[in-house]
């Protein structure tokens, strides 16, 4: 598992299988390779493999990487995250994906504010409705999209998950379809700055499950960079 280019090259031929699996287009899928905890080199190295995406999930982590990385990545932040933290964040991003509560999304706006920016965003939301999971709860979605969608300086882009862990990914893919629910809901609304373009679902041990269920970007950690002997 320390062949980077390799894993990255089996997970887009598992991507398309499973793409061709439903009659989706594989070019429907972004990977997001997640970096969290693996030092710059190995985005360097992944990023000649072809990979452009890298998620993160540490604010500090993400500030002390993110200046070692010389080639024109583009960062995701993708882990929980805290109003007071969000300044380090500003401009550096170019999605935030875990956006659960109103004042976070309010601090987001606020800061790209300072920039003239438009941060994009996808709302986190607790599909397991599980306690120690953050995420809003899925029948608060409605209200949470439109709240949000009034700040101007974020545009929300879709919905994200982090469902409850099985080994098993069929045990985890109606959690995935019940998101794709609640994205085409939230499309039907057809709300002023609200783009349902991304659903983010899907990890090491589901994509392929995800991909089948409609995610548009799948957050692969382990099965490109190997285990993670630090955090999780
Ligand atoms: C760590 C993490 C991932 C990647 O998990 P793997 O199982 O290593 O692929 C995906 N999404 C989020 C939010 C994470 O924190």
Redesign the pocket.
Known sequence: MNNIATNIAQIHNRIDKACQKVGRNPEDVKLIA?S?VKPAEQVEEAFHAGQNLF?E?YVQEFRDKEPLVTAPVQWHF??GLQSNKVKYLRGKVAMI??VDRLSLAEEIDRQWGKIDGVAEILLQVNIGDEASKSGCAPEDLENLVRAVAQLPNLRIKGLMC?PPHSDDPEQVRPFFKQLHELFEHIDKLQLPGVNMDELSMG???D?EVAVEEGATMV??????FGA?IKK?
Do not use: N, W
Request: glycine letters at 20%; zero cysteines; aromatic letters at 4%.
């Open positions: 997640v969290k998620g999930s993708i882990g994906h875990a982090l990890m090491s041990g994509f957050r692969v950690g382990t099965a490109i993670r999780v």
